[in-house]
């Protein structure tokens, strides 16, 4: 009897999954009742299932709906879309604020319009994308180039300076200091926020599956999701960003704000418009937001640049002898050389869609039921624009798979900003809050550290620009690579 009830039982459930199912979808793998298709978390997949099913396609996992956009045409239209700007309302994501909507990068509706508003207009008013932020940039190559001379002639992984060097540029600009590029704590936060990105699986399964918090022992919850180093991150967070805030409160004049953290603190305290949804626990937040943003994607994109130049030394020795060329012997160069060194851009180009960092894209939500292509895309599913295959597209890029800087030269050797094709920064209203300033980082570090070394393999060994196993990043591999010291003499 009991095996006729579960039997029973087990036939509703699918009866009930197929005859609710919804129409008009994308294609996609077969669905089956409470667990779905499963999930596509790296670039490989994404591929296969793109030559499946095509350049729209959907999975599920757990009752969530994911579509997957691959054609970089849709992606655009999409992203250009206010349906498709909403990000997941999943509580983890907000563990700084006890599961409280905060900050910029997560949020949604009015409280992310406002927040995106403030720091564009305060990041703009501090200099991002402005020549004048160029003494800053200059100030912290100078500092990573001493650095890295100690290293001269030997075969290391990544010098740690990278991270903190990207991360003070923003850093003064948002809380008015600098830190030095060995910095014990500010290293340990970032190795802990690293930690974080490499479990990010095991935190987003306990959010589609909340239950398991309720059901799993707690040693068994940290084992396996790794809820231990999310703790250890909120705890290095509080005490870090607390500092910095309590430091501002101290010495900030109300009527002159110097930084980000003072605005806003005094727009928080008169209530204007704009701080609606200000409070501490939202400036934690904000501040965690360009923290993270300020050091991990620029160091990251540093060493990949890295990484090519010392697997095709040619094209190291041509961008070095532009750059001998274009910039005199004992500057640095600055974004008034930025016109004159196409190689150097083009270089920076070519390796952001080779390596695409975040290949999947950062993830979006629709705020309503919408059409893309044909099919319905529900309220609630999650985006994600697979960029990384917009980079390898035949369609846009001939040879995808060859490392060709030319790709962005024209036929006089200048540089082309714009390729159909290309989104590393992505596009539409929740494009990188600050695209315009990694640019700048980018274009001066990678200038700086070319003029300034050679980056080769140690002897014997090949250079491996196979990403790490990560899902939805694409870090470049810790490996040796010899830094030797340009002789320009």
């Known amino acids: 009897m009991i095996i006729e ?30 667990f779905g298709s499963g999930m596509v978390v790296k670039l490989e997949q994404a591929i296969d299932y793109q030559k499946k099913y095509g350049d729209i396609f959907r999975t599920e996992l757990f009752g969530m709906k994911v579509v997957y956009i691959c054609d970089y045409k849709l992606m655009k239209e999409a992203l250009g879309r206010p349906e498709f700007a909403d990000r997941p309302s999943f509580e983890g994501f907000h563990f700084l604020t006890d599961g409280k909507e905060a900050g910029v990068i997560m949020s949604n509706g009015q409280r992310w319009v406002n927040a995106r508003r403030f720091l564009l207009r305060n990041l ?36 740690e300076s990278l991270n903190i060097a990207a991360l003070n540029v923003v850093w003064q600009m948002v809380a008015g200091r600098r830190y030095d590029l060995h910095d ?36 068994v919850i940290n084992k396996f999701f790794r809820l231990d180093i999310l703790n250890q991150s909120v705890d290095a967070a509080k005490k870090l960003f607390g500092k910095s805030v309590a430091a501002r409160k101290a010495e900030m004049d109300v009527e002159h704000a110097e930084n980000v953290i003072d605005e806003y603190l005094i727009q928080m305290n008169k209530k204007t418009e704009i701080a609606e949804f200000f409070n501490e626990d939202d400036l934690m937040r904000v501040i965690f937001d360009l923290f993270v943003a300020g050091f991990d994607t620029t160091s990251n994109m540093l060493r990949w640049m890295i990484v090519y130049a010392a697997k095709y030394p040619d094209v190291q020795r041509r961008i070095q002898e532009q750059i001998d060329q274009v910039v005199p012997r004992g500057e640095f160069p600055t974004n008034q050389h930025k016109s004159q060194l196409s190689l150097v851009e083009a270089f920076i180009h070519e390796v952001h869609r080779v390596s695409s960092l975040v290949p999947m894209g950062v993830f979006h939500s629709t705020g309503a039921d919408s059409h893309l292509e044909g099919y319905l895309v529900p309220k609630d599913t999650i985006i994600f624009n697979v960029v990384g295959f917009a980079h390898q597209d035949p369609r846009y890029w001939e040879d995808p798979q060859e490392f060709k800087i030319e790709r962005f030269l024209n036929d006089e050797g200048k540089f082309i900003s714009h390729k159909e094709g290309f989104a590393p920064f992505m596009m539409g209203k929740r494009g990188c809050l600050g695209e315009s300033l990694a640019r700048m980082e980018l274009s001066i570090f990678t200038a700086s550290l070319l003029q300034n070394f050679t980056f080769s393999p140690p002897e014997g060994q090949e250079i491996d620009i196979t990403p790490q196993d990560r899902p ?3 870090f470049a591999r810790d490996q040796d690579i010899i830094i030797s010291i340009r002789d320009t003499d």
């Open 472 to 474: 939805m990043e694409h």
């Open 5 to 34: 009830i579960i039997l029973l039982f087990l036939l509703f459930i699918f009866l009930r999954h197929w005859l609710t199912r919804q129409k008009g979808l994308p294609p996609g793998p077969r669905t089956y009742p409470v």
């Open 184 to 219: 014990e704590e500010v290293s340990g936060f970032i190795e802990i926020t690293r930690s974080l990105q490499a479990d990010f699986m095991g935190f987003f399964i306990l959010e589609l599956i909340p239950i398991l918090k309720k059901l799993l022992p707690k040693f």
């Open 124 to 159: 703009r008013d501090l200099g991002m994308g402005k020549s004048n932020l160029d003494e800053a940039i200059i100030n912290e190559a100078r500092f990573l180039i001493e650095d890295f001379k100690q290293y001269d002639g030997k075969a290391c992984t990544f010098p």
